[in-house]
Nanobody, 114 residues
């Protein structure tokens, strides 16, 4: 069955960095566009970035543009999110998704604070 497993979350200081990973299995990873979304406490789910199946194109929501980088390794069936210059407002549970939101991981908590 399809599985998406996020990892790499944790506590970071403002201005710091974290790298999230999403390990995919149960489907042909290289055939699907992938996305990251997040849900802050008390807020709804927010799409933040996406990447084409071959990695040729990426898109970002304005609040993370220039700070976050989405990438993928199709040989390893893994999606990444490099997060730099973290802000307290980046605190959220981060989810990876596949196939236009058809499949979702369980999420990983990112907390930004001193």
């Amino acid at each position: 069955q399809v599985q998406l497993v996020e990892s790499g979350g944790g506590l970071a200081q403002p201005g710091g960095s974290l790298r999230l990973s999403c390990a995919a299995s149960g489907f042909t990873f290289s055939s699907y566009a992938m996305s990251w979304a997040r849900q802050a406490p008390g807020e709804g789910l927010e799409w933040i970035c996406g990447i084409y199946s071959d990695g040729s194109e990426t898109r970002y929501e304005d609040s993370v543009k220039g700070r976050f980088t989405i990438s993928r390794d199709n040989a390893k069936n893994t999606l990444y999110l490099q997060m730099n210059s973290l802000k307290p407002e980046d605190t959220a549970v981060y989810f990876c998704s596949a196939a236009g939101g058809t499949y979702w991981g369980q999420g990983t908590q990112v907390t930004v604070g001193s």
